[in-house]
Protein backbone atom coordinates (compact mmCIF):
# COMPACT_ATOMS: atom_id res chain seq x y z
CA UNK A 1 0.00 0.00 0.00
CA UNK A 2 0.75 3.36 -0.49
CA UNK A 3 2.05 5.68 2.36
CA UNK A 4 3.62 9.57 2.78
CA UNK A 5 4.52 10.45 5.76
CA UNK A 6 5.26 14.41 7.33
CA UNK A 7 6.87 13.49 10.21
CA UNK A 8 6.91 17.22 10.95
CA UNK A 9 3.44 18.70 11.46
CA UNK A 10 4.77 22.49 12.45
CA UNK A 11 8.63 23.91 11.54
CA UNK A 12 9.76 27.30 12.80
CA UNK A 13 12.90 28.74 11.06
CA UNK A 14 14.37 32.31 10.82
CA UNK A 15 14.59 34.02 7.85
CA UNK A 16 17.63 33.71 5.51
CA UNK A 17 18.50 29.64 7.36
CA UNK A 18 18.26 26.98 5.03
CA UNK A 19 14.72 24.59 5.65
CA UNK A 20 14.43 20.83 4.97
CA UNK A 21 10.64 19.62 4.97
CA UNK A 22 10.95 16.16 5.36
CA UNK A 23 9.11 13.52 3.39
CA UNK A 24 9.10 9.79 3.13
CA UNK A 25 7.33 7.41 1.04
CA UNK A 26 6.35 3.65 0.72
CA UNK A 27 4.98 2.53 -2.55
CA UNK A 28 5.78 -0.68 -4.38
CA UNK A 29 5.80 0.62 -7.98
CA UNK A 30 7.98 3.60 -9.36
CA UNK A 31 7.04 6.42 -7.77
CA UNK A 32 5.82 9.96 -8.81
CA UNK A 33 6.29 12.21 -6.28
CA UNK A 34 5.43 15.98 -5.40
CA UNK A 35 5.12 18.83 -3.16
CA UNK A 36 1.92 20.94 -2.83
CA UNK A 37 1.81 24.49 -1.42
CA UNK A 38 -1.11 26.56 0.73
CA UNK A 39 -0.55 30.00 0.96
CA UNK A 40 -2.84 31.35 3.39
CA UNK A 41 -6.08 31.44 2.33
CA UNK A 42 -5.56 30.15 -1.09
CA UNK A 43 -5.74 26.79 -2.74
CA UNK A 44 -4.00 23.97 -3.08
CA UNK A 45 -0.79 24.36 -5.72
CA UNK A 46 2.03 22.47 -7.31
CA UNK A 47 5.09 23.39 -6.36
CA UNK A 48 7.05 20.99 -7.92
CA UNK A 49 7.53 17.72 -8.74
CA UNK A 50 10.61 14.99 -8.79
CA UNK A 51 10.44 14.25 -12.46
CA UNK A 52 11.19 17.67 -14.04
CA UNK A 53 14.68 18.20 -11.24
CA UNK A 54 13.49 21.94 -11.37
CA UNK A 55 13.79 24.37 -8.57
CA UNK A 56 10.54 26.57 -7.71
CA UNK A 57 10.86 29.68 -5.82
CA UNK A 58 14.43 28.59 -4.61
CA UNK A 59 13.13 25.05 -3.58
CA UNK A 60 14.54 21.44 -4.74
CA UNK A 61 13.82 17.97 -3.67
CA UNK A 62 15.75 15.21 -4.52
CA UNK A 63 14.42 11.63 -5.21
CA UNK A 64 16.37 9.46 -2.87
CA UNK A 65 14.72 5.66 -4.13
CA UNK A 66 17.50 4.07 -1.17
CA UNK A 67 15.76 6.19 1.72
CA UNK A 68 12.59 6.56 0.13
CA UNK A 69 12.69 9.92 0.64
CA UNK A 70 11.72 13.00 -1.21
CA UNK A 71 12.83 15.75 1.46
CA UNK A 72 11.77 19.50 0.27
CA UNK A 73 14.70 21.87 0.70
CA UNK A 74 15.52 26.20 0.20
CA UNK A 75 19.09 27.38 1.41
CA UNK A 76 17.86 30.77 2.91
CA UNK A 77 14.05 30.95 3.88
CA UNK A 78 12.34 34.06 2.71
CA UNK A 79 9.25 35.34 4.99
CA UNK A 80 6.87 34.42 1.85
CA UNK A 81 7.72 31.22 2.15
CA UNK A 82 5.42 30.52 5.20
CA UNK A 83 3.02 28.28 4.15
CA UNK A 84 1.36 24.66 4.51
CA UNK A 85 3.73 22.31 2.46
CA UNK A 86 2.42 18.71 1.27
CA UNK A 87 3.84 16.09 -0.28
CA UNK A 88 2.43 13.41 -2.31
CA UNK A 89 2.90 10.21 -3.95
CA UNK A 90 1.18 9.67 -7.46
CA UNK A 91 -0.86 5.83 -7.62
CA UNK A 92 -1.29 3.70 -10.57
CA UNK A 93 -4.50 5.43 -11.33
CA UNK A 94 -3.00 8.59 -11.40
CA UNK A 95 -4.82 9.67 -7.69
CA UNK A 96 -2.49 11.67 -5.52
CA UNK A 97 -1.87 10.26 -1.57
CA UNK A 98 -0.68 13.37 0.19
CA UNK A 99 1.16 13.06 3.78
CA UNK A 100 -0.28 15.27 7.01
CA UNK A 101 1.57 18.42 5.82
CA UNK A 102 3.84 20.32 7.51
CA UNK A 103 3.22 23.88 7.94
CA UNK A 104 5.85 26.52 7.59
CA UNK A 105 7.15 29.61 9.56
CA UNK A 106 9.28 31.79 8.53
CA UNK A 107 10.62 34.48 11.23
CA UNK A 108 11.56 37.78 10.56
CA UNK B 1 -4.89 31.67 -16.29
CA UNK B 2 -8.07 29.36 -16.02
CA UNK B 3 -8.70 27.67 -12.61
CA UNK B 4 -10.57 25.25 -11.35
CA UNK B 5 -13.87 26.82 -9.56
CA UNK B 6 -16.18 25.54 -7.00
CA UNK B 7 -19.60 26.43 -5.31
CA UNK B 8 -20.51 26.64 -2.83
CA UNK B 9 -17.56 27.70 -0.72
CA UNK B 10 -19.54 26.57 2.48
CA UNK B 11 -22.44 24.60 2.62
CA UNK B 12 -24.17 23.56 5.98
CA UNK B 13 -26.38 21.31 5.68
CA UNK B 14 -29.03 19.32 8.64
CA UNK B 15 -27.72 15.39 8.87
CA UNK B 16 -29.71 13.30 6.79
CA UNK B 17 -29.84 15.43 4.29
CA UNK B 18 -28.96 15.54 0.40
CA UNK B 19 -25.50 17.59 -0.82
CA UNK B 20 -24.55 18.60 -3.78
CA UNK B 21 -20.67 20.12 -5.04
CA UNK B 22 -20.35 21.47 -8.06
CA UNK B 23 -17.12 21.85 -9.53
CA UNK B 24 -15.93 23.46 -13.19
CA UNK B 25 -12.81 22.10 -14.01
CA UNK B 26 -10.40 23.91 -16.37
CA UNK B 27 -12.15 23.49 -19.92
CA UNK B 28 -9.63 21.69 -22.01
CA UNK B 29 -9.40 18.84 -19.12
CA UNK B 30 -10.10 15.19 -18.98
CA UNK B 31 -9.30 13.71 -15.43
CA UNK B 32 -11.24 15.17 -13.03
CA UNK B 33 -11.24 14.12 -9.21
CA UNK B 34 -12.27 14.44 -5.82
CA UNK B 35 -10.41 14.72 -2.37
CA UNK B 36 -11.25 15.64 1.47
CA UNK B 37 -9.97 16.99 4.41
CA UNK B 38 -11.16 16.71 7.39
CA UNK B 39 -10.30 19.33 9.90
CA UNK B 40 -6.76 18.74 11.03
CA UNK B 41 -6.26 15.22 9.01
CA UNK B 42 -4.53 14.57 5.87
CA UNK B 43 -6.18 15.70 2.31
CA UNK B 44 -7.39 12.29 1.06
CA UNK B 45 -8.41 11.02 -2.41
CA UNK B 46 -11.98 10.03 -3.26
CA UNK B 47 -12.70 9.45 -6.36
CA UNK B 48 -11.14 9.63 -9.60
CA UNK B 49 -13.66 10.15 -13.50
CA UNK B 50 -12.55 10.01 -16.72
CA UNK B 51 -14.29 9.59 -19.83
CA UNK B 52 -17.86 9.89 -17.91
CA UNK B 53 -16.72 6.97 -15.50
CA UNK B 54 -15.17 6.23 -12.52
CA UNK B 55 -11.49 5.31 -13.05
CA UNK B 56 -11.42 4.71 -9.07
CA UNK B 57 -12.30 5.40 -6.19
CA UNK B 58 -11.32 4.86 -2.42
CA UNK B 59 -12.71 3.19 0.57
CA UNK B 60 -14.48 6.27 1.54
CA UNK B 61 -16.24 6.59 -1.03
CA UNK B 62 -19.33 4.32 -0.26
CA UNK B 63 -23.08 3.98 -1.68
CA UNK B 64 -23.56 7.36 -0.10
CA UNK B 65 -21.77 9.03 -2.57
CA UNK B 66 -21.82 9.62 -6.37
CA UNK B 67 -20.37 12.04 -9.26
CA UNK B 68 -21.56 13.06 -12.96
CA UNK B 69 -20.66 15.47 -15.32
CA UNK B 70 -23.87 16.34 -16.35
CA UNK B 71 -23.55 19.20 -18.87
CA UNK B 72 -19.74 18.61 -20.27
CA UNK B 73 -18.44 21.84 -18.07
CA UNK B 74 -19.96 20.82 -14.66
CA UNK B 75 -18.44 17.77 -12.21
CA UNK B 76 -20.35 17.12 -9.35
CA UNK B 77 -20.18 15.21 -6.15
CA UNK B 78 -23.57 14.00 -4.53
CA UNK B 79 -23.55 13.12 -0.40
CA UNK B 80 -27.52 11.04 -0.84
CA UNK B 81 -27.78 11.23 3.20
CA UNK B 82 -25.15 13.76 5.02
CA UNK B 83 -23.28 11.98 8.45
CA UNK B 84 -21.51 14.00 10.87
CA UNK B 85 -18.84 13.04 9.79
CA UNK B 86 -18.92 13.91 6.29
CA UNK B 87 -17.79 17.56 8.07
CA UNK B 88 -14.94 18.36 5.34
CA UNK B 89 -13.32 20.27 3.30
CA UNK B 90 -13.91 18.94 -0.07
CA UNK B 91 -11.56 19.89 -3.18
CA UNK B 92 -12.21 19.40 -7.18
CA UNK B 93 -8.99 18.89 -9.37
CA UNK B 94 -8.61 18.43 -12.88
CA UNK B 95 -5.93 17.29 -14.93
CA UNK B 96 -4.92 17.67 -19.01
CA UNK B 97 -4.34 14.65 -20.65
CA UNK B 98 -1.26 13.29 -21.08
CA UNK B 99 2.21 14.97 -21.83
CA UNK B 100 4.87 14.66 -19.19
CA UNK B 101 2.82 16.59 -16.81
CA UNK B 102 1.07 14.80 -14.48
CA UNK B 103 -0.21 17.92 -12.43
CA UNK B 104 -3.35 18.13 -10.99
CA UNK B 105 -5.25 21.77 -10.30
CA UNK B 106 -7.28 22.37 -7.49
CA UNK B 107 -10.16 24.28 -6.65
CA UNK B 108 -10.73 26.50 -3.68
CA UNK B 109 -12.24 23.82 -1.92
CA UNK B 110 -16.07 23.45 -0.32
CA UNK B 111 -16.54 23.62 3.40
CA UNK B 112 -19.52 20.94 4.33
CA UNK B 113 -20.31 21.33 7.88
CA UNK B 114 -22.88 18.66 8.61
CA UNK B 115 -25.09 19.60 11.95
Known amino acids: AQRVTQPEKLLSVFKGAPVELKCNYSYSGSPELFWYVQYSRQRLQLLLR??SRESIKGFTADLNKGETSFHLKKPFAQEEDSAMYYCALMGGANNLFFGTGTRLTVIP | EPEVTQTPSHQVTQMGQEVILRCVPISNHLYFYWYRQILGQKVEFLVS????????KSEIFDDQFSVERPDGSNFTLKIRSTKLEDSAMYFC?????????????FGPGTRLTVL
Open chain 1, 50 to 51: HI
Open chain 2, 49 to 56: FYNNEISE
Open chain 2, 93 to 105: ASRAWGGVSNEQF
